[in-house]
Nanobody, 124 residues
Framework: QVQLEESGGGLVQAGGSLRLSCTGS????????IGWFRRVPGKEGEFVAA????????YFANSVKGRSAISRDDAMNTVYLQIDSLKTEDTGVYYC?????????????????WGQGTQVTVSS
């Protein structure tokens, strides 16, 4: 089992940057791909980015492609999501999830384990 905790959210001005962290517990963290998702009230949650278990493959939603990066440090059991040039539409609660399949996370927004989420608010 993997327990996940997100951190790094907060209030940021448009145009700024943010780095979110997803820290996992358990010795099997390195066996899982990690995905990031965003949820806004009144809308379905959307996939934002994902990284494969070995870090070799990364995926991004069109909405953040070109201005974001995802990386993992398995020694720290942590995955980082950096988003630059933040827009007001980036506002939402960001969740990370763990799953052996990044395809499952990207295509179906599903994951075996989920964190509690961290709020990101981008002000204009």
């Amino acid at each position: 089992q993997v327990q996940l905790e997100e951190s790094g959210g907060g209030l940021v001005q448009a145009g700024g940057s943010l780095r979110l962290s997803c820290t996992g517990s358990g010795r099997t963290f390195s066996n899982y791909g990690i995905g990031w998702f965003r949820r806004v009230p009144g809308k379905e949650g959307e996939f934002v980015a994902a990284i494969s278990w070995n870090g070799k493959n990364t995926y991004f939603a069109n909405s953040v492609k070109g201005r974001s990066a995802i990386s993992r440090d398995d020694a720290m059991n942590t995955v980082y999501l950096q988003i630059d040039s933040l827009k007001t539409e980036d506002t939402g609660v960001y969740y990370c999830a763990a799953d052996p399949s990044t395809t499952k996370m990207r295509v179906r927004s599903q994951g075996d384990y989920w964190g509690q989420g961290t709020q990101v608010t981008v002000s204009s």
